[in-house]
């Protein structure tokens, strides 16, 4: 059984500081620029808690975890963070024009949501976790026992019950601000007894899945087994809850990009021996010259075509003036070449650019990946043409976006993509509101 509370968040004094200058991006959306901007913002901005930076002599006592903490209790001690006076949800909202989209609205609420390890089949994962950044927020946590970032979570409602009464009463922003990305944020607050009760009942029945920050959710999980096992026979145990924003995967506005692949530094590269080998697992379909200037908008209308007949990625070699179409080979007997994935699985194009084009056609292991060693994300097609033409990746691979229900229907079966597979937009803004494990 899914189960939610609403909770007291701690949260921004605005009229002490501007929302735009204290909230950021994701922890690990931030790149070293944008950090640099966020720190000039406000000696406030939450990316001295979330991303800061190691200094030298650094040891147990002093070092980016304990100064998090001590940033977190200072900000409390002078009045800039206060808690709320009494528990509540906080419907979210935000309004973005996405790459390749049109204009649209996600709605959705943020509220406590009950730890659940995956074998309870409540919370639902579908993406391949690394264990670098599960080892950094598990320090971050334990040092601050804060919660300031929200994990993503879906559930499916086609007939949008669930959140309809929570959303409807909606109307005056606690909090308002545009990003840097021109995405604008609304932050209400909802403390009516009977409309949360009524939205907890509605949502008890509803599975979860994990959208966006799996890392933080099995960090989060790690650490309710450590505070567990020190509880002795503390009832009260708030770590065992954890700030979830919880959206409608059947309601408008949720958008989901693909995540393109770049191979670089692989040894004794040859175009012409890398499409030999791909041609061993794929049919190569010319899709037009590599270096046009519309080559990314051409190619994206062909995958978007071609995905109607079954699964299909878009590739560039370097060395070659050519797009190309990928579809597996129909005589190609995928039980034996990939006896560990399920049929499922075996029908998705990410499944197979990894385990046919990356690993038995390039040599990019499943190791390999999981180091992050010879291949790299790139969320712009243009860009990963453009990294090609200029030499500094070796193979580009163009996929399609996997659509929400797509992603529920494998998290559902106990199924998980690999690690990057989607990309939902936009990303849910940090600082927004806050869980103190106290």
Same mark, same amino acid.
């Given at each position: 059984m899914t189960s939610i509370r609403p909770f007291a968040a701690y949260r921004y004094d605005f009229g002490r500081v501007r929302a735009q200058d204290v909230v950021t991006q994701p922890y690990d959306k931030i790149t070293p620029a944008m950090r640099q901007r966020y720190l000039a913002a406000s000696p406030y901005n939450l990316v001295r808690v979330i991303l800061g930076e190691p200094q030298a002599g650094d040891n147990g006592e002093n070092n980016v975890?304990?100064?998090?903490?001590? $940033?977190?209790?200072?900000?409390?001690?002078?009045?800039?963070?206060?808690?709320?006076p009494e528990a509540a949800v906080?419907?979210?909202? =935000?309004?973005?024009?996405?790459?390749? $989209?049109?204009?649209?609205?996600?709605?959705?609420?943020i509220a406590l949501g009950r730890l659940e390890p995956y074998e309870n089949r409540v919370v639902f994962r579908h993406e391949q976790t690394l264990s670098? +950044?599960?080892?950094?927020?598990?320090?971050?946590? @334990?040092?601050?026992?804060? $919660?300031?970032? =929200?994990?993503?979570?879906?559930?499916?409602?086609?007939?949008?019950?669930?959140?309809?009464?929570?959303?409807?009463?909606?109307?005056?922003?606690?909090?308002?601000?545009?990003?840097?990305?021109?995405?604008?944020?609304?932050?209400?607050?909802?403390?009516?007894?009977?409309?949360?009760?009524?939205? =907890?009942q509605r949502m008890a029945a509803l599975p979860l899945i994990i959208a966006d920050g799996h890392h933080r959710y099995e960090t989060a999980l790690q650490w309710m087994q450590e505070q567990n096992e020190r509880a002795g026979q503390r009832t009260d145990r708030p770590w065992e809850w954890v700030m979830m924003t919880f959206v409608n995967l059947d309601a408008p506005g949720l958008v989901v990009l693909p995540t393109h692949r770049?191979?670089?530094?692989?040894? $004794?590269?040859?175009?012409?021996?890398?499409?030999?080998?791909?041609?061993?697992?794929?049919?190569?379909?010319?899709?037009?010259?590599?270096?046009?200037?519309?080559?990314?908008?051409?190619? @994206?209308?062909?995958?978007?075509?071609?995905?109607?007949?079954? +699964?299909?990625?878009?590739?560039?070699?370097?060395?070659?003036?050519?797009?190309? #179409? #990928?579809?597996?080979?129909?005589?190609?007997?995928?039980?034996?070449?990939?006896?560990?994935a399920t049929p499922r699985q075996r029908r998705l194009d990410v499944v197979l650019l990894h385990q046919l084009a990356l690993q038995h056609a390039l040599g990019i292991t499943p190791e390999m990946v999981r180091a992050e060693q010879n291949l790299r994300y790139v969320k712009d097609g243009a860009e990963a043409l453009q990294s090609v033409n200029a030499g500094a990746g070796q193979a580009a691979f163009l996929l399609n976006p996997i659509p929400p229900a797509q992603?529920?229907?494998?998290? #559902?079966?106990?199924?998980?993509?690999? =690690?990057?597979?989607?990309?939902?937009?936009?990303?849910?803004?940090?600082? #927004?509101?806050?869980?103190r494990v106290e």
């Open positions: 975890y304990t100064r998090a903490a001590g $940033h977190l209790a200072a900000w409390i001690g002078e009045g800039v963070l206060r808690r709320d906080y419907p979210y909202a =935000q309004t973005f024009t996405a790459p390749e $989209h049109g204009p649209a609205t996600r709605r959705g609420f670098g +950044p599960k080892l950094d927020r598990q320090a971050l946590l @334990r040092a601050t026992r804060t $919660h300031v970032g =929200q994990i993503f979570m879906l559930y499916s409602d086609p007939a949008q019950q669930v959140e309809a009464e929570l959303l409807a009463r909606a109307r005056n922003p606690i909090c308002e601000l545009k990003d840097e990305y021109g995405t604008a944020h609304q932050l209400y607050r909802e403390t009516d007894a009977g409309v949360l009760e009524r939205l =907890q770049l191979a670089f530094g692989l040894p $004794h590269w040859s175009a012409g021996a890398a499409a030999a080998k791909l041609r061993e697992y794929f049919a190569m379909e010319d899709a037009g010259a590599a270096a046009a200037a519309a080559a990314w908008p051409q190619l @994206r209308a062909r995958l978007a075509q071609a995905a109607a007949a079954g +699964p299909v990625f878009g590739a560039a070699l370097q060395g070659e003036a050519r797009l190309w #179409l #990928l579809r597996p080979r129909p005589e190609l007997n995928l039980n034996v070449l990939l006896p560990q992603v529920r229907d494998i998290a #559902l079966a106990g199924e998980v993509l690999p =690690q990057k597979s989607t990309d939902f937009f936009p990303k849910l803004l940090s600082g #927004l509101t806050m869980y």
